[in-house]
């Protein structure tokens, strides 16, 4: 019986061995709630990253396992999800998507030792305040994004009354205090700033007060849930105005919530990375599996991307190797050849401007 015993701990040992060697990372962001939309895009673009990863042999020779989080954009889940990934032993985190999750989740991230990029957080304050070396971004920021939106909307509609609202969250308001910085800065005044609450159903109170107001552009610092309810009920009450948003708009829901009331939309973004003749091959990939790859996809993709060659590089995936090896190195990511600043900044290009049209965005023709 002892031998037998024994015999089965082995065998035990044996088949539990190749599950222990797996390496966990995780993506989190909002797999549920009205920017479920923007999980969706972060959850496929980290599967297909591990899937494809694994299929070239791993990360030093151990195969990926992908854990998935759901902070709802809310930031006491966000630490909750944070610390839950801490207990399960995950070396990297390809998120949050809010701003607001991201930055509160950093600093358990940074006590626990684990690597965070984000592949859409944009406000300045994740990585100028961050509390850890291991604390990166695979997008741009909102004072960059502010900056292009704030010059374009002063040249381009000189003449207009421009408002700027924002749903009071870090990325909502700090993108529409940096549009509206650059904005004054280039010689604009505005017309009207106000604070508008998440998650509503009717902002016909807000539609009102632009239309008194005379406004003809409404840069609006928020999400497309809220946004596309605002183009469709301006239109509604008769209105022409432009509604001009951030990175917020990319996904095609918008489209659903305006309809036709969400023509010529304009909206600042990176350059697409759907674009890039290198990542041809991926894309058709991604829609051979119904996945369109909009908005953040593959910058979840490449966050993944880039911490895999990092790890290679260093040969472990031990923290400060890894750490080290991403502030020193090069990478090759869909996004295109790019490393990070000694902020945790990628260094890609910035921002151009993008418009709705039949029930998609491209670059803005000029």
Not at 138 to 166: L, N, S, T, Y
Not at 233 to 246: I, K, P
Request: charged share 20%; net charge negative.
């Amino acid at each position: 019986m002892k031998r037998i015993l024994a015999a089965s701990t082995m065998l035990g040992v044996v088949v539990a061995g190749p599950a222990w060697a797996e390496i966990k990372i995780a993506t989190a962001g909002p797999m549920t709630g009205q920017y479920a939309s923007f999980g969706a895009q972060m959850k496929a673009g980290a599967e297909l990253a591990v899937e494809h990863i694994n299929a070239a042999g791993g990360v030093n020779g151990e195969q990926l396992k992908l854990e998935i989080g759901d902070d709802a954009c809310d930031p006491k889940q966000a630490v909750a999800v944070a610390n839950q990934f801490a207990g399960s032993g995950v070396v990297l985190v390809a998120g949050h998507f809010c701003s607001g999750s991201s930055i509160p989740a950093s600093a358990v991230y940074a006590e626990e030792g684990i690597i965070q990029i984000s592949p859409a957080s944009t406000n300045p304050v994740y990585t100028d305040e961050r509390p850890g070396p291991g604390i990166f971004r695979m997008c741009g920021r909102d004072d960059q994004q502010g900056e292009i939106a704030g010059r374009f909307i002063h040249e381009r509609f000189p003449d207009k009354k421009v408002a700027f609202v924002h749903d009071k969250t870090a990325y909502g308001q700090g993108l529409a205090d940096a549009t509206m910085a650059a904005y004054e800065a280039a010689g604009g005044k505005p017309a009207l700033y106000e604070a508008y609450t998440a998650g509503e159903k009717d902002y016909t109170a807000l539609v009102s007060k632009l239309k008194a107001e005379g406004v003809g552009v409404l840069h609006v610092g928020g999400y497309h849930t809220e946004a596309g309810l605002i183009a469709r009920q301006m239109r509604e009450q008769g209105m022409d105005t432009v509604l001009m948003s951030g990175d917020g708009l990319t996904t095609e829901e918008y489209w659903a919530i305006t309809g036709e009331s969400g023509e010529g939309t304009l909206m600042t973004f990176s350059p697409d990375p759907r674009k890039n003749p290198d990542a041809a091959p991926l894309v058709e990939q991604f829609r051979a599996k119904g996945v369109e790859p909009e908005g953040y996809v593959l910058y979840t993709y490449a966050s993944v991307q880039a911490w895999a060659e990092a790890a290679n590089t260093a040969g472990t995936t031990e923290f400060d190797a890894v750490v080290k090896a991403l502030n020193e190195g090069t990478f090759k990511t869909v996004l295109g050849e790019s490393g990070f600043d000694d902020k945790g900044d990628v260094k890609l290009p910035g921002y151009v401007i993008y418009e709705w049209k039949a029930g998609k965005y491209d670059y803005l023709e000029n």
